[in-house]
T-cell receptor, first 110, second 114 residues
Framework: SQQGEEDPQALSIQEGENATMNCSYK?????LQWYRQNSGRGLVHLIL?????REKHSGRLRVTLDTSKKSSSLLITASRAADTASYFC??????????FGAGTTVTVRA | ETGVTQTPRHLVMGMTNKKSLKCEQH?????MYWYKQSAKKPLELMFV???????ENNSVPSRFSPECPNSSHLFLHLHTLQPEDSALYLC?????????????FGSGTRLTVV
């Protein structure tokens, strides 16, 4: 069953701006992961944050996790045209079976 | 190339056909997965294989039949499909138990049922 739900469904920004998307989930998790999907391709793992972590960075990506609100956010700083993609959050309740949301489609305008 | 290879990339089949999707991983992972991705919907987990044993079958119709002959190969056999089965089928692998595990996905098979 679906765990994560991303918001907004779509986001359009200018190159150089920051992009923020959120993920809410329903039950306690072991970890939460973010993935990127370019049009019609497979998903690419971006970052994993454990339930006992609050913030994590990877290059221009910053992920936060608030387990009390059952929510996470992904921030992409200084966006580039190559960041145009769909972004998915996925939750693991401890059984290694990831549940994905429907994704946020990000368009970066030149 | 991600280390997970799916073939074919595109497949058009009639409702009475039988076809198979193939997935191969070169990462030494111990778990493999089939997901279905339909437009505007969350990815649906279909099957999970851990150490070649099927551990999950998410109420998938019997017209989808998985096969995992070894830890590197995964097949999805298709027969008498319906038009609503048209979707992107994604294979993934992971190393269960690794603290920083994440899924590695193949590029998918775009299936169209006519």
């Amino acid at each position: 069953s679906q765990q994560g739900e991303e918001d907004p469904q779509a986001l359009s920004i200018q190159e150089g701006e920051n992009a923020t998307m959120n993920c809410s989930y329903k039950t306690s998790i072991n970890n939460l992961q973010w993935y990127r999907q370019n049009s019609g391709r497979g998903l690419v793992h971006l970052i994993l944050i454990r339930s006992n972590e609050r913030e994590k960075h990877s290059g221009r990506l910053r992920v936060t996790l608030d387990t009390s609100k059952k929510s996470s956010s992904l921030l992409i700083t200084a966006s580039r045209a190559a960041d145009t993609a769909s972004y998915f959050c996925a939750t693991d309740v401890g059984d290694y079976k990831l549940s994905f949301g429907a994704g946020t489609t990000v368009t970066v305008r030149a | 190339e991600t280390g997970v290879t799916q073939t074919p990339r595109h497949l058009v089949m009639g409702m009475t056909n039988k076809k198979s999707l193939k997935c191969e991983q070169h990462l030494g992972h111990n778990a493999m997965y089939w997901y279905k991705q339909s437009a505007k919907k969350p990815l649906e987990l279909m099957f999970v294989y851990n150490f070649k044993e099927q551990t999950e079958n998410n109420s998938v119709p019997s017209r989808f039949s998985p096969e995992c002959p070894n830890s590197s190969h995964l097949f999805l056999h298709l027969h008498t499909l319906q038009p609503e089965d048209s979707a992107l089928y994604l294979c993934a692998s992971s190393q269960e138990g690794h603290p920083n595990y994440g899924y590695t996905f193949g590029s998918g098979t775009r299936l169209t049922v006519v």
